[in-house]
Nanobody, 113 residues
Framework: QLQASGGGLVQAGGSLRLSCVAS????????MNWYRQAPGKQRELVAT???????NYADSVKGRFIISRDNAKNTMSLQMNSLKPEDTGVYLC?????????WGQGTQVTVSS
């Protein structure tokens, strides 16, 4: 199970920090992902962090977002800086383990111009 939190309403240029707490999965070996879903658009992979702390970002968020994990707390985070209106959407944490996807419930991020 994954539980995401930390979304909200922020002005352009502001910051938010999202968290995703995992339970019941082998978090320490999992590659963890943040996706976002904007209205009328396909779900987009935003950032990934492997069990070895290797990270990857969508071009649209490079240099602004930072993904991290704390294995002791089974928690993954996404620090979002310099937010833009186009970052608006529902952010979901997800991981693929043992041939299935696990998803959090999503947290809404709204960036006003």
């Amino acid at each position: 199970q994954l539980q995401a939190s930390g979304g909200g309403l922020v002005q352009a240029g502001g910051s938010l920090r999202l968290s995703c707490v995992a339970s019941g999965i082998s978090f320490t070996i999992a590659t963890m992902n943040w996706y976002r879903q904007a209205p009328g658009k396909q779900r987009e992979l935003v950032a990934t962090i492997t069990s070895g702390d290797n990270t990857n970002y969508a071009d649209s968020v490079k240099g602004r977002f930072i993904i991290s994990r704390d294995n002791a707390k089974n928690t993954m985070s996404l620090q979002m800086n310099s937010l833009k209106p186009e970052d608006t959407g529902v952010y979901l944490c997800g991981t693929y383990i043992a041939f299935r996807w696990y998803w959090g419930q999503g947290t809404q991020v709204t960036v006003s111009s």
